[in-house]
């Protein structure tokens, strides 16, 4: 759903590493902006192992062939990925999707956002996924970094 028709095994897999990334904040401030690309490009063969199943689900809407992927944009393709994603994901999506509130079913609402790009609605979702798991950790890892600076200081102090 993020990728277009034709892309590569590689970005593929830095599509998929990086929604770990999606919505973090330490990617704007601080962290290395490669760092997806050297997480994934040494380890092509291990993503591949563990992708291999997914992939082969997959396999109705994406083809890949010589470390090329192509893959059904219709909306026959779209549906296939939708109906894929993690609950969690896609009850974001459904959510953000359906602003009207509607009651209408699950099944009608996902068939009607395939019809068109609906990339962006998923992106957003992760990133919110993503930011929330972020947030917490960044204020856990700030506070752990305080204890540790208070024990520190304490212990100077002492001496």
Not at 2 to 17: G, K, S
Not at 58 to 65: D, Q, R
Request: with cysteine.
């Amino acid at each position: 759903l993020l990728l277009p028709e034709r892309f590569t095994e590689e970005e593929l897999y830095m599509t998929v590493a990086g929604l770990s990334y999606t919505g973090d904040f330490r990617m704007v401030v601080g962290e290395d902006r490669h760092k997806v690309a050297n997480i994934v490009r040494p380890q092509v063969d291990r993503f591949r192992e563990l992708y291999r199943k997914r992939l082969q689900e997959c396999a109705p809407v994406l083809h890949m062939s010589d470390n090329v992927c192509v893959q059904d944009v219709g909306s026959a393709g779209r549906l296939a990925h939708l109906i894929r994603l993690p609950s969690g994901i896609r009850d974001r999506v459904l959510t953000m999707y359906n602003t009207n509130q509607n009651t209408r079913q699950v099944e009608e609402i996902m068939e009607e956002m395939a019809k068109s790009d609906c990339s962006q609605v998923v992106a957003k979702a992760v990133g919110q996924v993503v930011a929330g798991v972020d947030k917490s950790q960044a204020a856990k890892g700030i506070l752990t970094a305080g204890l540790r600076w208070g024990r520190w200081s304490r212990v100077g102090i002492r001496r």
